[in-house]
């Protein structure tokens, strides 16, 4: 699949006359609890050639793309991208920290993350993982009957909120050290673990009732 995702990127090179200077994985094959029919999601930061930039019309700063092939690409112009770090947006700040790197012929990537704390802004990305894990947890954990692999989706930015908060830095992209960092064991790390064999072990999973112990340990 990786030969694949470059091929890809090869051809958007190709037929958009762009240079892609970074690309990575996001989503859940990045955090670490990806099912085996998980969606690849690549994201990408790109150039224009030189008259682009001194075009004065306004004029198109991003890509989207969904391959049949399961492949999500992604992409923002450099330019897009400097200005939401500047603005410290944490899909940004984990794009520069995804464990999955497809490209990273240059120096743009590593620069970036050389002044990452400089422009990283605390409560800015701790208000953007707790509206996520606040949405999430309405949205699919508070009925009846529930999808447990949307438990992830409140777990992960809810422990990204608690690592920025005592650690003053942007949360890991990877699950995993989060939920050692803040469960290292015990009836909730149990509960947790086992919903994470069975998700990554397989597709969609079961629908069932609210796991009452995440549930209390979220609220």
Request: aromatic share 12%; hydrophobic share 35%; with cysteine.
């Amino acid at each position: 699949m990786v030969d694949l995702i470059n091929e890809e990127l090869l051809r958007l090179e190709q037929e958009q006359d762009i240079k892609i200077l970074y690309a990575v994985e996001s989503g859940s094959r990045a955090w670490g609890f990806a099912s085996t029919d998980s969606d690849w999601d690549v994201r990408y930061i790109y150039i224009h050639k030189t008259d682009w930039y001194l075009s004065v019309n306004e004029q198109k700063d991003s890509y989207e793309e969904i391959l049949p092939n399961d492949i999500d690409l992604s992409g923002w112009e450099l330019r897009k991208a400097l200005l939401l770090f500047k603005k410290s947006n944490p899909p940004m700040l984990e794009w520069l920290n995804s464990p999955i790197v497809y490209k990273e012929d240059y120096s743009t990537a590593q620069s970036l993350r050389s002044m990452l704390q400089t422009y990283f802004r605390p409560k800015s990305c701790i208000y953007h993982y707790l509206h996520m894990a606040r949405k999430n947890y309405s949205q699919y954990i508070l009925k009846d009957t529930v999808r447990h692999k949307k438990y992830f989706y409140v777990l992960r930015p809810v422990l990204a909120c608690r690592w920025i908060e005592e650690k003053g830095t942007m949360a890991p992209v990877e699950f995993e050290v989060l939920l050692n960092e803040f469960l290292p064991n015990g009836p909730v790390r149990d509960e947790v673990d086992k919903l994470l064999v069975k998700k990554t072990a397989g597709g969609e999973m079961d629908e069932g009732p609210p796991i009452i112990l995440l549930n209390d340990y979220l609220s």
